[in-house]
């Protein structure tokens, strides 16, 4: 029985008296009861004892009421019949609401009767709300399927007798010990795979928006993997044999259990909360687990808190596993030694591991830089060995008194590395990864394990900007192919540690209550003063660090094809320069920040405002000649595509004189011959026929769905509202009326995974609906889908801002929440107050819809600052009613 301290062990003897007290098997009402004061002894007990007890103490009830049951139902009065608890329970932990596994274990199979009183006996389980996992076997069923998985077989490993026959349990436990079951050295590599595989379903990162205290890197099936290879190595496990073996410290061991107890108390606090075995680290219960942890009652910031603290231990656990995997690995699988190979003095490389050659390598700060510049002269360093990484954070604690930055030699070889060709290939991840850049910066130490609450970033901040940093340096590799002009860009860099610095900087003032483009700004001078940077270097970093959301922003919320949208834009640029760094850290900080947002969408986006900025400043910002020369320019490619198509001349160029010259500068050729093909071959046989079609070749940004026919009203609302029902994005919308008012819709839509739809029996389906719908009586289609459960968690506040651009058109800016069918509701939100939609464009940032419109009044004039309030009361109404529709749902 494990053992329990003495400030819960009064509780705890109540409990098991009350079990010991029913004696009647038959008594689910009495045994219910007692589970649930079980569970609410464990709740109560949870904010003044210690977990480590509360988790052994839940496992010594359960042993005690299982104990007792196997003898009411008399089982152990069968002969060479044994109860055993296998998985978790075998280690005698149970977490609130974790599955209580058991073997029931016979020599050979059970005659009837002894089958239906264990049916009974496992029924009752149930019955009394026992979050039970069973399996009834024999000896050999049990060693047959313990040979061919290794899940079993793990199990197995930390299985303990609870009632029956002793006899049975340890022929069980004789035979899997023989090494034909398996050999420590091959469980040990299938123990490695099912990490290394684990570890790859999260990205190799436990800094995830929702993680699993369970399943995640550095989580506690981690810890768990320590001491499955270990207790099968050693045939014992409590902790401290590792130490005894000298694979721990007792420092090492002492850290490695309160890591285990502050994800234990996490696991806990969620089980209570959710009421259930969950864990997921989900929105739903963030603020309600951390508050229960003593984090506060602050929501946000107090999440915030919690997650800081949890991912900083993550990184802790993952240290220690790393350690001792690798250890285990040299040790278990007895790998010959080809030799070192020595690299200086005092490091030496061993099949790819780089080792130091004696204790206390590092014996300032200054060598952990001079071990980092070794690692980056050296491709060959594939990781650290056991005893590296030990020194490494030995080296880290000692020398914590001070910043690492005010020591000149530190700065002076910072700033070596920034600048060595091959330091972020891995020697930066090492910096990262340990903890380095921490110990280096203090601002870099404030954003360490910072959690964002929103679905946008799906990383801490520091994580983000490793991964950001990583992008940009793929830029260099010749393996880059994806982004050949990004390479380009960097490959003809004077000084490459300009972009580096910036992507080290671009977030570091999150969390601090501004602007953290303009605190970051801030940090980044005060660096560059510190390390002697120069003024034109400077101001360089400090401008990209200001300005690193300015391209996406522009690209994304912006019409680009507005000629004063690209002036304004290259204005602000001013160089060549400044176009072409930014252009690179905005891709690379789109595609760090979660690994769903990037696609041909973005890309194409980003490219186009690239490609017309730089024609604005070629031609001295004079942004509207290159625009007209962009309208001939696509009109010619366009013919030169209907060429051969048969059209008559006279026919094309009637069509496009009904036309602006805005359309023809804001679709590609291809689109434009495309549209044009089917508006000629389009037979109109009623006022409101009405042409959909669908192409998934006109543009790389996803699915073009082609829309023409005589103008009506709530058009784009009824198409957004069919749409949103097949769970299609719209990703961007361009409205086009004709001199004679037939409207010409141009969408770009997705499905659910970002991907265009490939089905053309989907894509035919998608048409016909949109015209039945635009047919039929009623304002819009039936909204199928429901609000995301963790949408249901997230407070965007809704902001409606107005730009009259000119007289012509109105501008209006909207950020709310991303719930379904707001495209729909926003749509008859213009038809109500009288305004025409001219362009949409939609962007989902996270849980936030940051989309803008630009629409006229029936004067085709902008509107007046009475109308836009109108149409700023009817938007909101609108997204009111949407909120009561999906609260209600």
Known sequence: ??????????????????????????????????????????????????????????????????????????????????????????????????????????????????????????????????????????????????????????????????AGSQAV????????????????????????EEQQARHAKFHGTAYNLEPNVKENPGCLRDIQTIGWVAKKHF????????????????????????????????????????????????????????????????????????????????????????????????????????????????????????????????????????????????????????????????????????????????????????????????????????????????????????MQFDLFHAYTVDEHTHRLVKHVNHYFSPENKRFPRCGRIVRNLDKPELLYLAAVFHDIGKGRNGDHSV???????????????????????????ENHLLMSVVAQRRDIYDPDVVNEFANKVKSHVHLNLLYALTLADIRATNDNLWNDWKASLLRELYLLTQKALDNGLQCQLTIFERVNENKHAARMLLADSGYAEIAIESLWSRLDHDYFARYKPAQIAWHTQEILNFKCDSADALLVKANNTTTKAGTELFIYGKDRPALFAQVASVLDSRNLSIHDANITITHDEYVCDSIIILDNDGNRIDSAQRLDKLADDIRSQISAPGRSHTNARKISRQLKQLNVPTKIRFYNRQDDATLVELEALDAPG?????????????????????????????????????AGTALSPAQ?????????????????IQHDA
């Not at 003024?535 to 990209?544: Q, S």
């Not at 009288?834 to 989902?844: E, G, H, Q, R, W």
């Open 169 to 192: 349990f340890d022929k069980l436990t004789k035979d899997i010990s023989k090494n034909k079951i398996w050999t420590s050295d091959r469980f040990f590599v299938a123990k490695q």
């Open 1 to 162: 029985m494990p053992v329990v301290e003495k400030q819960v062990v009064l509780t705890l003897n109540n409990l098991i008296d009350d079990v010991h007290a029913i004696d009647d098997r038959y008594d689910i009402a009495g045994f219910k009861r007692c589970v649930a004061k079980s569970y609410e002894w464990l709740e109560s007990a949870f904010n003044h004892c210690a977990v480590d007890e509360l988790v052994s103490g839940r496992a010594v009830f359960v042993d005690t009421l299982l104990q007792h049951l196997w003898q009411l139902f008399e089982l152990d009065q069968i002969d060479n019949l044994c109860l055993a608890a296998v998985g978790g329970y075998g280690r005698a932990q149970l977490q609130p609401h974790s599955d209580i596994d058991l073997l029931i274990l016979s020599k050979r199979s059970l005659d009837r009767a002894s089958r239906e009183l264990v049916g009974e006996f496992i029924t009752l389980l149930w019955d009394i709300k026992l979050d039970i996992g069973q399996s009834v076997r024999t000896v050999k069923e049990t060693i047959g399927l313990a040979k061919t998985d290794v899940t079993v077989a793990t199990n197995l490993v930390e299985s303990r007798r609870l």
């Open 519 to 545: 605190l970051g700004a801030a940090d980044v001078e005060k660096f560059a003063a510190h390390h002697d940077l120069s003024k034109a270097d400077t101001d360089i970093i400090v401008w990209l660090v």
């Open 822 to 858: 707001i495209l729909a509701k926003i749509g008859h939100a213009f038809v109500d107050t009288n305004v025409t939609l001219k362009l949409a464009k939609i962007s989902t940032i996270g849980e936030r819809a940051e989309d803008i419109f630009i629409v006229t009044n029936e």
């Open 868 to 884: 836009q309030v109108q149409l700023k009361q009817a938007i909101l109404n609108k997204l009111d009613q949407l909120e009561d």
């Open 235 to 450: 045939g014992e496990y409590d902790g401290w044999s590792l130490v005894g073996h000298g694979y721990f410290t007792k420092q090492e061991h002492a850290e490695l259990i309160e890591c285990r107890s502050h994800l234990w108390r996490i696991r806990f606090a969620l089980h209570i909360t959710a009421g259930r075995s969950e864990n997921r680290l989900l929105f739903d219960y963030q603020t309600d687990v951390a508050e229960r942890l003593g984090y506060g009652t602050e929501g946000k910031a107090s999440v915030e808190s919690m997650m800081k603290a949890f991912f900083r231990t993550v990184r802790r656990v993952n240290e220690l596993n790393q350690m001792l995997m690798q250890r285990f690995r040299h040790d278990i699988l007895g790998e010959k030694d080809y030799g070192s190979n020595a690299l200086t003095p005092n490091f030496e490389l061993h099949d790819g591991l780089i080792s130091p050659t004696r204790a206390d390598i590092f014996r300032a700060p200054e060598d952990l830089f001079d071990f980092l510049h070794l690692i980056a002269d050296t491709p060959a360093v594939t990781g650290l060995d056991t005893d590296c990484i030990r020194q490494v954070r030995n080296a880290r604690r000692q020398f914590q008194d001070f910043y690492w930055h005010e020591s000149a030699q530190c700065r002076e070889k910072f700033m070596q590395l920034m600048r060595h060709p091959h330091f972020f290939d891995f020697a930066w991840d090492i910096m990262h990864q340990y903890g380095i850049l921490q110990a280096y910066l203090p601002e870099w130490n404030h954003i360490v394990g910072m």
